[in-house]
């Protein structure tokens, strides 16, 4: 704690003096801005249920005390914010959760606009006496057929047909393979990718 020492002394014939230690105690007031503290892309999953966390926003308030450094957190109403509804925010914690399940092939990516903001009155020139406020535009995407980010629905199948191949007649039976393509004919082969091995 910042102290001062006052000394007091007269100007008479008998100087008389004294001195006197004062404490000061400074007083946060709520002149930070919350700052966002993660990256900007996220990516989620498509075809998840309703209520999936997708991620976590996290804000610093660098205030002193309490509430000028509590942070909420809000999904900005805005015409422009298109993201604002298919993602909901939990006002404490700051987890983003899906609103309607989503489908790669109508839409691919999203931007969501979301905001942080104190819980006092702002100390700042021209505030209003509003919460002091930070904003950020998180992207999501979902990339299709990509197994880290969407879900591969597309299943490949074999025509029904007797698939024939040829050997060596010396040939050892764990030396002989050949390669099955649902997209390209039948042949022996050494393993490729995307080729499913048949051994014998």
């Known amino acids: 704690m910042p102290k001062k020492k006052l000394h007091q002394q007269n100007n008479g014939a008998q ?12 007083e946060d007031v709520n002149d930070e801005i ?7 892309q996220e990516t989620v999953l498509e075809g998840e249920p309703i209520g999936t966390k997708v991620t976590q926003v996290n804000a610093i308030d660098k205030d002193g005390t309490f509430p000028n450094n509590q942070v909420y957190y809000y999904i900005v109403d805005s015409p422009r914010n298109e993201g604002k509804d298919f993602f909901e925010i939990n006002l404490q914690s700051g987890e983003i959760f ?5 489908d790669r092939e109508k839409q691919g990516a999203y931007a ?16 209003n006496q509003q919460p002091n406020s930070g904003k950020q535009l998180k992207r999501w995407q979902g990339v ?6 969407s879900r591969n629905l597309t299943v490949k199948a ?21 390669g099955l393509n649902p997209n390209k004919p039948n042949r022996v082969s050494h393993p490729q990718p995307n080729v499913q091995d048949l051994k014998l």
């Open 15 to 26: 100087q008389l003096a004294s001195e006197a230690t004062v404490y000061i105690q400074l």
């Open 34 to 40: 919350p700052l966002f503290t993660e990256r900007e």
């Open 98 to 102: 899906t609103k309607v399940i989503f």
């Open 112 to 127: 969501l606009e979301v905001e942080a903001r104190d819980g006092a009155p702002s100390a700042r020139p021209n505030s």
């Open 144 to 149: 299709a057929f990509s197994s880290r980010i």
């Open 158 to 178: 074999f025509p029904p047909s007797i698939v024939k191949a040829a050997a060596v007649e010396t040939a050892s039976l764990s030396s002989f393979q050949t």
